[in-house]
């Protein structure tokens, strides 16, 4: 799972690009790894590709269940810290 990645790649010290993009089935608790990162410069949370509509369809059955509770902490926490790009 991807919380076990970020934590087996030390993540939090080494981790300066982290491409999620289209992955609909992640709540966001999976970057608590990432917390209080100062390396991590670019992160690509998005739903939809590039030059895509960004409406879900509900109809495809891919809705996301990202959790704003999870990933907003965490990304505040590595803005606060500072030193990012």
């Given amino acids: ?17 982290l491409r ?7 709540t966001g608790s999976c970057l608590e790894p990432l917390h209080g990162s100062l390396v ?4 690509d949370l998005s739903l939809v590709g590039d030059n895509k509509s960004p409406k879900l369809d509900p109809a495809q059955h891919y809705l996301p ?9 965490i990304l505040d926490s590595i803005i606060q810290r ?3 790009r």
Avoid: Q, W, Y
């Fill in 40 to 43: 991590l410069e670019k992160i």
């Fill in 65 to 73: 269940i990202m959790s704003f509770d999870h990933i907003l902490p």
């Fill in 82 to 84: 500072g030193g990012n």
């Fill in 20 to 26: 999620l993009s289209r992955c609909t089935n992640i």
């Fill in 1 to 17: 799972d991807i919380h076990a990645v970020l934590i087996i790649i030390d993540a939090v010290n080494r981790l300066k690009t």
